[in-house]
């Protein structure tokens, strides 16, 4: 059974940066997509970002346009932990933050194209303040 970890999480201003890290129990990045998602107080969970192994030197990646050129999604493929770099964060970012791991057996575009979780973490918040 995996077992996915957020943490990192906290308070910034508006304007400011954090990172936020999820650790796998198991090394599943070359056999699993992996996004982070977010829940905001009275919304739907929504992607954020996914990130899928494509070789040694390739991981696509998706990002919501929301976050576009401000969030950067990555992992380490030794450490088993998923990454995601937010900068010139918003008020609107303001949300819980969950890992996820898509492990079914088909291709990676079809990963990324149709992300479905099948191993979630506990999540951790974020709180922009302005």
């Known amino acids: 059974q995996v077992q996915l970890v957020e943490s990192g999480g906290g308070e910034v201003q508006a304007g400011g940066s954090l990172n936020v890290s999820c650790t796998s129990s198991?090394?599943?990045?070359?056999?699993?997509?992996m996004a982070w998602y977010r829940q905001a107080p009275g919304k739907e969970r929504e992607l954020v970002s996914s990130?899928?192994?494509?070789?040694?030197?390739?991981?696509?990646?998706t990002y919501t346009d929301s976050v576009k050129g401000r969030f950067t999604i990555s992992f380490d493929n030794v450490q088993n932990v998923l990454y995601l770099e937010m900068n010139s964060l918003k008020t609107d970012d303001t949300a819980v933050y969950y890992c996820?791991?898509?492990?079914?057996?088909?291709?990676?575009?079809?990963?990324?194209?149709?992300?479905?979780?099948?191993?979630w973490g506990q999540g951790t918040q974020v709180t922009v303040s302005s």
């Open positions: 198991m090394n599943i990045f070359s056999s699993c997509a």
């Open positions: 990130i899928a192994y494509n070789g040694p030197t390739n991981y696509p990646t």
């Open positions: 996820a791991a898509d492990c079914r057996n088909l291709n990676w575009r079809l990963l990324l194209k149709s992300f479905q979780p099948v191993y």
